[in-house]
């Protein structure tokens, strides 16, 4: 027990920055009014200037995965509602909702600073941002198992986890090359906080008449400012966690010194008098190069044998153990961040009043890659309010799941509040003993929540600036009012 509690330490002193985990606003990409979208694609400028509130100006957090939903996890039987783990719920109808591999991401994306501006020739910007990056692996048969309870052998090794957390400061630039093109770039220095890899190399369950049995093998890679520079190594039930986990605070703060550089590329394409726009985008290309003297490793093996119950001696019949150390420290090392790629298009009508989009969004995690393809239709209403209705295919989602974004944009202030993933058909879940009802999300897998609350600078502007007015620019003028 001691020295599952060392881990946990350990673990949890890498994670102690999140706050819950690349996060992109899907719906805001064909929102002309929000800086949201410039995140996903560096060619797409906002209308106006800004200056965002730090925190509030920029907060994003998103929660994905492909396993865990009500759908898959509860189920009505004979007038009640019961877990996939009651017997009338079939191990075939359970496991048939499951892909082959679990895929879950947590991510965090706030803005420290940040602020942009339109100028004769481009639009630029800055910020400073925090993110956090958790990304899990899950094996089909941890719930194989758990389902079953019989013979067979149980592969659980496909089984990662890996946290990131650092900080960038980002200056980006879109620039119209024609009046049918233009071109943006952001470049990004880093600095790496804290990382954990845990990897499974061998973890299985084999279940028979004559004895069940299971063995795990994996190790930790963790690298922090938190950590000494060195530590014994050895059994960690010997291991005193004083000797690893820094408490001085001039010490901790000169211990960050893993850094990293990044980058963004975007394009946009304007046709057909701007009634076709074709857009495509690369985020997060770069690195991280960690620090070598905060670097940590510790690997674990366990072998269990359970063969029956012993009734003269009272006992279970129980052989094997747990075993874990403190490895020497593997010094520095890179890691490339979880990049995406967005392709999209657009095609609006009525004077570009009302839009309609669909986005290729693609994200390059450490362990696997996961693509999602989105549906909106966005409103232009008016030189200050924009709003979006969207739908995400693809990864497990369901049809009913909506996304939605309002965006106020007038001079001078800039309001954006938006979620991917909104649940239109409800579960309720009685207790047997209990009167009250909860209404529950039915087949939402996915959440994100997104805020943006800032200060407009200047008059709005369309790409590209630099080429004369749009189409709308020239409306909005003979109409005798400022775009």
Not at 172 to 187: D, H, L, R, S
Not at 308 to 336: C, Q, V, W
Request: aromatic share 12%; glycine share 12%.
């Amino acid at each position: 027990m001691k020295t599952m509690n060392k881990i946990i330490v350990i673990i949890g002193a890498i994670l102690c920055g999140i706050a819950t985990s690349s996060a992109q606003m899907r719906t805001a990409y064909f929102m002309e009014g929000s800086y949201f979208r410039t995140d996903m694609n560096a060619a797409l400028a906002p209308t106006r200037g800004y200056i965002k509130i730090p925190t509030i100006g920029g907060l994003g957090i998103d929660f994905g995965n492909n396993y865990f939903s009500v759908d898959n996890l509860f189920y009505k039987r004979n007038g009640g509602i019961y877990t996939f783990m009651h017997s009338g719920v079939s191990a075939d109808e359970f496991l048939s909702k499951l892909d082959n591999q679990g895929k879950l991401s947590l991510n965090l994306n706030t803005s420290i600073l940040g602020f942009g501006a339109h100028t004769k020739k481009f639009f630029w910007n800055f910020g400073v941002n925090f993110r956090s990056n958790t990304e899990i692996t899950l094996s089909k048969d941890m719930f194989s198992a758990l389902k079953n309870l019989s013979n067979g052998y149980y592969n659980l090794g496909d089984t990662h986890i890996s946290n990131r957390e650092y900080v960038e400061a980002g200056l980006g630039f879109a620039i119209p090359i024609k009046k049918f093109m233009t071109f943006g770039f952001k470049v990004k220095g880093l600095v790496g906080i804290a990382d954990l890899s845990m990897k499974m190399d061998k973890m299985y369950l084999d279940i028979n008449e004559n004895a069940v049995q299971a063995e795990l093998m994996g190790g930790i890679r963790g690298n922090s400012a938190a950590f000494k520079s060195t530590y014994p190594t050895g059994a960690l039930e010997d291991f005193d966690m004083t000797q690893l986990i820094q408490t001085d605070p001039m010490a901790l703060a000169g211990g960050i010194k893993s850094w990293g550089l990044g980058a963004d590329i975007g394009f946009e394409f304007r046709l057909w008098q701007d009634h076709i726009k074709i857009s495509v985008a690369a985020n997060d290309i770069g690195f991280i190069k960690w620090n070598g003297a905060s670097t940590v490793n510790a690997k674990g093996n366990a072998n269990f044998s359970y063969t029956g119950f012993d009734l003269t001696a009272g006992e279970a019949k129980i052989d094997g153990g747990f075993n874990a150390e403190m490895t020497p420290s593997e010094g520095e090392y890179i890691t490339r961040l979880s990049g995406s790629l967005n392709g999209g298009i657009e095609a609006n009508i009525l004077n570009n009043w009302i839009a309609f989009g669909l986005l290729s969004h693609t994200e390059f995690c450490q362990n696997f890659t996961r693509t999602e393809l989105t549906a909106s239709v966005n409103f232009r209403i008016g030189r200050w309010l924009s709003t979006s209705v969207s739908h995400t295919f693809l990864n497990g989602h369901h049809p009913g799941v909506i996304g939605w974004a309002l965006n106020l944009h007038p001079p001078g202030f800039n309001l954006f509040l938006g979620a991917d993933f909104i649940d239109t058909r409800f579960a309720v879940y009685q207790a047997n003993s209990s009167s009250f009802a909860i209404p529950i999300p039915q087949y939402m897998n996915s959440a994100n929540v997104y805020i943006g609350v800032g200060f407009n600078l200047g008059k709005a502007k369309y790409m590209p600036s630099m080429q004369g007015k749009s189409r709308r620019a020239n409306r909005l003028e003979k109409q005798g009012k400022k775009a």
